[in-house]
């Protein structure tokens, strides 16, 4: 009984920690879809800016911005994958958890049962005659 009680906490514990873990990832996501959007914006404030003043539109700066907006999305992919999968082994922890605590009710009933067995047939003993 102790058993299931430890893998409980410890997969308690576990979810806490992935459910940490998925914060961070949250985050991480929300700070490049940030960024993304800031290029994105300021990229769109040049071109006005050059469209307007009809200068020289310099395509270096279109390439880095671009080169940053793919390096960015591809961040923001990957942070996605392990928001899916981290996702995954948070659901799979709580059927774990699940699984441990219907085991500990099923060993509860058990050991009661057998205890109110063992009542009862101390109670049969008390009032059985003495058979000599």
Do not use: W
């Amino acid at each position: 009984m102790k058993t299931y009680c430890i893998l409980i906490k410890q997969a308690k514990a576990e979810i806490e920690q992935k459910q940490k873990e998925l914060n961070q990832i949250l985050r991480d996501k929300l700070n490049l879809e940030q960024q993304i959007e800031h290029l994105l914006e300021t990229f769109e404030r040049e071109q006005v800016g050059v469209s307007l003043h009809k200068s020289f539109f310099n395509p270096k700066y279109f390439d880095r911005v671009s080169n940053k907006i793919k390096a960015y999305s591809h961040l923001l992919k990957t942070k996605n994958d392990e928001y899916d999968a981290l996702k995954d082994e948070i659901f799979g922890l709580f059927s774990r958890r699940k699984q441990y605590e219907i085991l500990l009710e099923n060993l509860e009933r058990k050991l009661a049962l057998e205890h109110q067995k063992k009542e009862a047939e101390e109670i049969e003993d008390l009032f059985r005659p003495n058979s000599r």
